[in-house]
C-alpha cells in the first residue's frame, strides 16, 4: 500500500525549509495534517510541501504566510492553473518558476520509494537500492564527502543516474535514528 502524503522531516529536505519552521506551521495550525492511524505519525499533503517552498521561495519584500499560501495553491488547483498564483489583482507568482526544482525533488522522492527497500534480511534491515545491498546511505555519505555521481556511477555502473540522486534524496528525508549497532568501546585499543 502506497504512503500517502509527507512526513514532516520529508517536507523539511524537499521544500528547503528547517524541520522546526514546518513543526512550527503544524502545530500553530498554518498547514494542515493529518494523522495516520496505527502510528500517530503527522502527515502533510503536497500542498502544504509546496506551500512551504513557495513562502521560502519569495523575495523578503513579498510577505505570504504559509496558511496563505497553502489557499492559494489550492484555488490554482481548483481553477486548473498550475502555472501561476493570484494574490488580489496585482500581484501574479510564476509558480512553475518559483517551485520547479521543489517539483522536481518531488518526482524524483515518488521514484525513491519505488526503489529503495527496506528488508531485515538485507544489511540489517537498512534501506537499500532494490536488487542491490547498496544502502541509501552510503550514497548519500559519498555525495556529501565531495564525490561526484559520476563518480558514484562509476563505482556503480549498473545503476543510472537518476537511481543515484533518488537515493541520496530518501537518506536525507529519512535520516538514520537511535544509537549505533553494537558495542563499538568494546573494539577498542
Known amino acids: 500500500m502506497p504512503v500517502l502524503g509527507y512526513t514532516p522531516q520529508e517536507v523539511a529536505v524537499l521544500s528547503g525549509v528547517k524541520l522546526s519552521v514546518v513543526q512550527k506551521a503544524i502545530t500553530g495550525g498554518k498547514i494542515p495534517a493529518r494523522?495516520?492511524?496505527?502510528?500517530?505519525?503527522?502527515?502533510?499533503?503536497?500542498?502544504?510541501?509546496?506551500?512551504?517552498?513557495?513562502?521560502?521561495?519569495?523575495?523578503?519584500?513579498?510577505?505570504?504566510?504559509?496558511?496563505d499560501a497553502y489557499r492559494l495553491l489550492k484555488q490554482s488547483e481548483e481553477s486548473g492553473e498550475h502555472a501561476t498564483v493570484s494574490i488580489g489583482d496585482l500581484v501574479?507568482?510564476?509558480a512553475s518558476k518559483a517551485l520547479g526544482d521543489?517539483?522536481?525533488?518531488?518526482?524524483?522522492?515518488?521514484r525513491a520509494r519505488e526503489r529503495?527497500?527496506?528488508?531485515?534480511?538485507?544489511?540489517?534491515?537498512?534501506?537499500?537500492?532494490?536488487g542491490t545491498r547498496i544502502t541509501a546511505q552510503a550514497i548519500l555519505d559519498r555525495i556529501e564527502a565531495g564525490d561526484t555521481i559520476d563518480?558514484?556511477?562509476?563505482?556503480?555502473?549498473?545503476?543510472?543516474?537518476?537511481t543515484v540522486e533518488a537515493a541520496a534524496v530518501y537518506a536525507k528525508a529519512n535520516p538514520v535514528r537511535g544509537r549505533p549497532a553494537g558495542k563499538p568501546w568494546r573494539h577498542g585499543s
Not at 41 to 62: H, I, M, Q, Y
Not at 102 to 110: F, I
Not at 119 to 127: E, K, L, Q, V
Open 116 to 130: 529503495i527497500v527496506s528488508d531485515p534480511d538485507i544489511m540489517g534491515g537498512a534501506p537499500t537500492i532494490r
Open 102 to 110: 521543489v517539483r522536481r525533488l518531488m518526482a524524483l522522492y515518488e
Open 35 to 67: 494523522t495516520e492511524r496505527g502510528t500517530n505519525r503527522r502527515r502533510l499533503d503536497a500542498t502544504a510541501l509546496l506551500a512551504l517552498a513557495l513562502v521560502r521561495s519569495l523575495p523578503e519584500e513579498l510577505h505570504l504566510s504559509a496558511n
Open 151 to 162: 563518480s558514484v556511477l562509476d563505482d556503480y555502473p549498473y545503476l543510472d543516474r537518476e
Open 92 to 94: 501574479r507568482i510564476d
